[in-house]
């Protein structure tokens, strides 16, 4: 019985290694045509080969009409940003790049915010602050906004009771109405989809839960805000047509939850 128990801690010991270490996937949504979306959130500072060719490489690959990077690339207490700028440099002239800022962007220390800024003002993304583009593909005119909400949502009081909830209202406040269209939101909390989608949003791209690290039978175990078994891990999800797409993103320690880039075609 000990062999058995010391082959299966052997066993799970290599697969967590080749899954934190190695392992990069691409998942494939379509929900539509005419429109291909490369989505990244949760990177972390992590690498995945020399100046993050891979995840370059594999991004460049499905030559994407735009690509959108839904936060936390870097993380809070990072003093070295060289894996976050090798990875925008990369994305640089594959195709658009629209990016926000996650909890661990919004948490960055006073004396390293210039630097963070200045980061992204050197590789030419868009990064979106309460902001809207536009980007027009094909015939098509897609209105893009980033939502930077208040970070009260993710730790308050320097914890994880009571937190903050973004509602239909809030993100009018910060965004104003829901404008005609074709309306694509990046927000990297998911846990208010339903309000992202009664703003108006018709697809709303998020990360943040990290697919619940642990993933067992297909269920997320544990949420950034210590909560067992989050809603909105990772996946598709339909609120009256319009859609929350939800990335397991790319960083952190995961079991069974391997790192991926997601492919939408909208």
Request: proline letters at 3%; a positive charge.
């Amino acid at each position: 019985m000990i062999y058995f128990v010391i082959a299966v801690i052997v066993i799970f010991a290599v697969y967590a290694v080749y899954e934190n270490v190695f392992c990069l996937k691409v998942r494939h949504e379509k929900l539509g045509s005419g429109v291909k979306v490369a989505h990244i959130s949760d990177l972390h500072h992590r690498k995945f080969g020399r100046d993050n060719i891979k995840l370059v490489n594999k991004v460049r690959a499905e030559a994407p009409d735009l690509i959108i990077v839904s936060g936390d690339l870097i993380t809070r207490y990072d003093t070295d940003y060289s894996p976050a700028e090798a990875l925008l440099k990369g994305l640089h002239g594959i195709a658009s790049v629209y990016v926000i800022y996650g909890n661990h962007e919004q948490s960055v220390p006073k004396e390293r915010r210039a630097q963070l800024g200045a980061m992204f003002a050197r590789n030419d993304q868009t990064v979106l602050k309460n902001s809207c583009a536009e980007l027009l593909v094909g015939e098509r005119v897609l209105k893009i906004y980033g939502l930077l909400e208040d970070y009260s949502v993710y730790k308050k009081n320097g914890g994880y009771r009571d937190l903050d909830v973004i509602t239909e209202k809030d993100i009018e406040k910060l965004l104003g109405k829901c404008p005609g269209g074709e309306v694509l939101l990046i927000a990297h909390n998911p846990f208010f989809g339903e309000e992202y989608a009664k703003w108006g949003a018709k697809y709303t791209f998020s990360g943040h839960v990290h697919g619940g690290s642990v993933r067992l039978f297909g269920k997320a175990m544990l949420s950034p805000e210590r909560r067992f078994f989050p809603k909105y891990s990772k996946g598709v999800f339909d609120f009256g047509g319009k859609k929350l797409l939800v990335s397991a993103g790319l960083g952190k320690l995961r079991l069974f939850d391997p790192p991926e880039i997601v492919i939408y075609e909208i």
